[in-house]
């Protein structure tokens, strides 16, 4: 498991409190005005930005735009970013409204939108019940189980999708997720259970295909 | 890297839910071979994610616990659901495209420079607030007897208001430390410390940007100083201050 791991590099968790970390001290240098330290600041969410403009927009030309504005406004408002919330939170809220302003003016969205209407239904029924196996996070450094992993969710429906990349993949909680997306936390919680659950039967599929197949599991033995 | 906080699921919200009262029907209506707890598969499809955030109450948790122990087809939907929570919770599953940090960098160095304009216009209106602010915070005169003491009683002051894990910034060339955005430090380099850590060593609030915590002090020897017109008369006084600064504050 990762999680020694995450308590080291996180650069929100400030075990001893009366010491600034080195990222409350940027926040602090650039609102007093050194802004060449902005980037250093921002540089390490660089690719949570990136990757919650993505999931928006669907288009790596207009994400990496959108993730570049979102910054830039950030820079802008700096002052305004307050302590009470993480900041890496704030730099997302601001980077999916960009995203979604910018989507709501290009109007790409007429498909999609049709669909998005239909308010959830009834419950979601597992397909797959295939014993388990967890797969190890190593599996991450194999690129093509990146993108099957990708392709998974690229394959979602928008609200689900988008729900799911800011709860899941950008770790913003419930209440922070609804508010991003303006939509009420009962949807929030709806559509990230029906993400994950589709996700993981789009998964199982996966690995009847044999997208898994050159991992080091046990034969007879499936990850879900 | 960025660390992903609270990558443990189990560990994320614990907003708890008030529990839900459909539970039992549920659960007998719908598991007839399993039913354990009176909760059946379809409840625990209904709350796994949930479950998964924390955001269940006990007494549902440790029924689905239950369930988990004896249904494997739930235990299998749990197991599957937390691997995706994981694996796309891994930072590797972000990718930006190749130049893309660069690109962003030289972005930022264009357009997120120093407005000096801009800055002074927003600000002008601070100018006289800061003037007064440089007299009555103590910086060149620091030395009388009475100074001292009101700077003392400031200081006291200000450890009692100022939150002292407050984040604070200080400049090389003063004793004053302010909070981020004060005109005082525009542009200067600072170094950042707590309120605390500021005070014990030995510098004094910034009566302009720290001025809410200072108020609140009105009917003490310190908000004296700081809000007393006669106040600063005497300071004037006995430090000669000559100059803009004064001139400014004595209006
Ligand atoms: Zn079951
Ligand atoms: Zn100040």
Known sequence: MAEANVVLNNPISNPDQTRPTREQDLIARVQSGQNELFYELVQPYERRVYAAALAILRNETDAEDVAQEAMLKAFANI?????????????????????????????????????????????????????????????????????????????????????????????????????????SVASVKTRLLRARLMLRDLLAGGWEQGWFSRLPFEKGSKPW | M?????RDPSNRESTNRESTNHESAHGEKMNPEMNQENIGCEKIWHEISNFLDGDVDAALRSAMDQHFRTCPRCASVLAGTKNVVRLYGDERMMEAPAGFSKRLEKR??????????????????????????????????????????????????AAKNIPPDMVVLVAADSKIFHVAGCSFIHGKQVRSLTAKEALKEGYAPCTRCLRKYLQTAKAGPAGSIVQDDDAHADLEEENNPPGQAANLAAK
């Open chain 1, 79 to 183: 002052r305004q970013f307050r302590a009470e919330s993480r900041f890496s939170t704030w730099l997302i809220q601001i980077t999916v409204n960009e995203a979604l302003m910018r989507r709501r003016r290009e109007r790409t969205v007429v498909m999609e939108g049709i669909d998005d209407r239909r308010e959830e239904e009834g419950d979601y029924t597992p397909r797959d019940f295939a014993d388990w196996r967890e797969i190890p996070s190593e599996a991450l450094e194999r690129k093509e189980v990146r993108q099957k992993l990708a392709q998974a969710l690229a394959s979602l429906d928008r609200k689900y999708r988008e729900v799911f990349v800011l709860r899941d993949m950008e770790q913003l909680n419930i209440q922070e997720t609804a508010e991003a997306l303006g939509i």
């Open chain 2, 2 to 6: 960025v660390g992903h906080e609270n």
């Open chain 2, 108 to 157: 930022l160095a264009r357009n997120a420079r120093p407005a000096r304009s801009r800055w002074l216009s927003m600000e002008a209106w601070l100018i006289p607030v800061a003037a007064l602010a440089l007299v009555v915070g103590g910086l060149h005169f620091a030395n009388s007897w009475a100074t001292q003491r009101a700077r003392r009683d400031l200081m006291a002051q």
